[in-house]
């Protein structure tokens, strides 16, 4: 089966702009979830998509990141405006099961601010 | 407060030798996993645990579940440079939200 497909892979940009990533999880995984990883540490969850409405969002920074689920397929996450303590790697990943079961990670984008 | 304290955090041993990583926390975790990470890749998952004082073996690999399911570790036996990368411990709180809380990481090198 395919994976994660993510995004781009990386993105550099000033800060205070804005950027936006994508994810389209294994087809038929209704968990969708999206992490922040930076150098040095382990993933931080950022939200959960249960088809397409948010289980869990308390991680995430609501001033100024926001995200998507379309259509309970397809999702995005967007920053704006952004701050260089936002560098990190953003991660999308898929559950058929939810409840930790089946973890498949994408292989993430890798946003650079400056 | 890392709510998943992975020790060592990192670690440098040559071909053929064991080694073992530890995963400890104060909360109780209705199912713990262990996923390998390379640069510029997502995590993949190894094992995932659910039983207290279960354990898993994968090949070269055992993996151990706390009675208390508070605990995890993960021990290589004749550690290859193959094992080299990130080994991260995760886990779904009982009684919590489904979302994954990951340690910050082993970091492993394998020197041939």
């Known amino acids: 089966e395919a994976g994660v497909a993510q995004s781009p892979r990386y993105k550099i940009i000033e800060k205070r702009q804005s950027v936006a990533f994508w994810c389209n999880p294994i087809?038929?995984?209704?968990?969708l979830y999206w992490y922040q990883q930076i150098l040095g540490q382990g993933p931080k969850l950022l939200i959960q998509f249960q088809n397409n409405g948010v289980v869990d969002d308390s991680q995430l920074p609501k001033d100024r990141f926001s995200a998507e689920r379309l259509k309970g397929v397809d999702s995005t996450l967007k920053i704006q405006p952004a701050k260089l303590e936002d560098s990190a790697v953003y991660l999308c990943a898929s559950s058929a099961h939810g409840r930790g079961y089946g973890y498949t990670f994408g292989s993430g984008t890798r946003l650079t601010v400056v | 407060t890392q709510l998943l304290e992975q020790s060592p955090q990192f670690l440098s041993i040559q071909e053929g030798e064991n080694l073992t990583v530890y995963c400890n926390s104060s909360s109780v975790f209705s199912s713990l996993q262990w996923y390998r990470q390379e640069p510029g890749e997502g995590p993949v998952l190894l094992v995932t645990v659910v039983t207290g004082g279960e354990v898993k073996k994968l090949k070269r690999l055992t993996f151990q579940f706390g009675d208390a399911r508070k605990d995890s570790s993960l021990h290589i036996t004749a550690a290859q440079p193959g094992d080299t990368g990130l080994y991260l411990c995760?886990?779904?709180?009982?009684?919590?939200?489904?979302?994954?809380?990951f340690g910050k990481g082993t970091h492993l090198i394998i020197q041939p």
């Open positions: 995760a886990g779904s709180l009982a009684g919590g939200a489904d979302g994954l809380t």
């Open positions: 087809s038929g995984h209704a968990t």
